[in-house]
């Protein structure tokens, strides 16, 4: 017999239901209230944003305006440079590379174009090198006479002999009207080699010690373990090093006596700002195939164009190994 059960169902009493945990997806966690954010990660107002991003454009123009225009100009012919009143080119018109075509057909600022590259790629490496090695050397505390060879480090940023005692020693060396004394004289810096030196008393001593432990000398440690750890902070100095070399042209000035080797700032700077015409070169000869020579403005700006490109082209590799330098650099055991 059954008692309040439904017929066949065999259950002697109604039985309470099986109360069933909620699922993952029916259950709702208690919403948190938003913790309040500092100062810097507040989200902007709208006329913060709209002021951030006018201040940008504005400072992108007035990087780029200049530079467009004397781009532009480089490319504009006689006839569109007199239409502008003699000056600056705003609007493109009867673009031609006949200015570039003139000063790349040989003379002097051909000349000057290949001393400077073999000036910036040899200095660049030779100022590289011994400010790696002697930053590595003074930052082993315990290497021989370590204090006073940083002592005279630290002297050398704040005082120098002088022009005149400075031209007397490359003088003495034979170096006058050589394109070493363009590189010799400020091969150093004592501000980048102490960089490097921070840096590498920066990387962790046990690597070191792990590594010369093993067997490595001083030259293994430093090829196969300091300088893989240190990309980043070897590309800034060599970019330093490198800009110095190739925007250089006070010590052309002051020890080159030939234009045939004079480098492309020292062209700029006589022809370009001082106006000077160079002996044994001409600039903007009668045309090239019959047309008419290209105006002296134009040529100009092409050689400012020309002495700004390499840089341009240098920076976005530069850049790559900043990057890889950093993540690299900073994972250490």
């Given at each position: 017999m059954t008692l309040g059960g439904a017929p066949g169902t065999g259950m002697t009493d109604r039985e309470p239901p099986i109360a069933q945990a909620p699922s993952a997806a029916t259950r709702r966690e208690p919403r948190r209230r938003p913790s309040r954010r500092p100062a810097w990660q507040e989200r902007p107002t709208i006329p913060g944003r709209l002021g951030k991003g006018t201040a940008l454009v504005l400072i992108v123009l007035a990087v780029l305006l200049p530079l467009y225009t004397v781009v532009l100009t480089s490319l504009s012919t006689e006839a569109?440079?007199?239409?502008?009143?003699?000056?600056?080119?705003?609007?493109?018109?009867?673009?031609?590379?006949?200015?570039?075509?003139?000063?790349?057909?040989?003379g002097i600022v051909t000349r000057s174009i290949l001393v400077s590259l073999g000036v910036t790629a040899v200095g660049t490496a030779l100022s590289?090198?011994?400010?790696?090695?002697?930053?590595?050397?003074?930052?082993?505390?315990?290497s021989v006479l370590h204090r006073p060879i940083l002592f005279v480090f630290l002297i050398t940023m704040f005082f120098s002999a002088g022009m005149i005692p400075t031209y007397l020693v490359v003088s003495g060396l034979g170096?006058?009207?050589?394109?070493?004394?363009?590189i010799l004289p400020g091969a150093v810096s004592a501000f980048n080699v102490l960089i490097l030196r921070a840096f590498f008393m920066g990387i962790d001593q046990e690597i070191l010690d792990a590594a010369r432990i093993d067997g490595a000398g001083e030259f293994r440690v430093l090829g196969s373990i300091v300088l893989p750890m240190s990309t980043a902070v070897i590309a800034v100095i060599a970019l330093f090093y490198g800009v110095g070399y190739w925007n250089s042209f006070f010590s052309a000035m002051l020890y080159l006596t030939n234009a045939d080797k004079w480098?492309?700032?020292?062209?700029?700077?006589?022809?370009?700002?001082?106006?000077?015409?160079?002996?044994g070169s001409e600039l903007a000869p009668a045309g090239i195939e019959g047309s008419a020579p290209p105006s002296s403005l134009a040529i100009k700006m092409a050689i400012v164009v020309i002495a700004l490109?390499?840089?341009?082209?240098?920076?976005?590799?530069?850049?790559?190994?900043?990057?890889k330098g950093v993540i690299f650099g900073a994972v250490k055991g």
């Open positions: 569109t440079i007199n239409a502008s009143g003699g000056g600056m080119v705003l609007v493109p018109q009867g673009l031609t590379l006949d200015a570039y075509r003139t000063i790349l057909s040989g590289t090198a011994v400010s790696v090695l002697a930053a590595y050397g003074l930052s082993r505390t315990g170096l006058v009207n050589s394109w070493w004394a363009l480098p492309l700032q020292m062209v700029l700077r006589s022809y370009v700002l001082e106006g000077v015409k160079m002996p490109v390499p840089i341009l082209l240098v920076y976005p590799f530069v850049q790559r190994h900043f990057t």
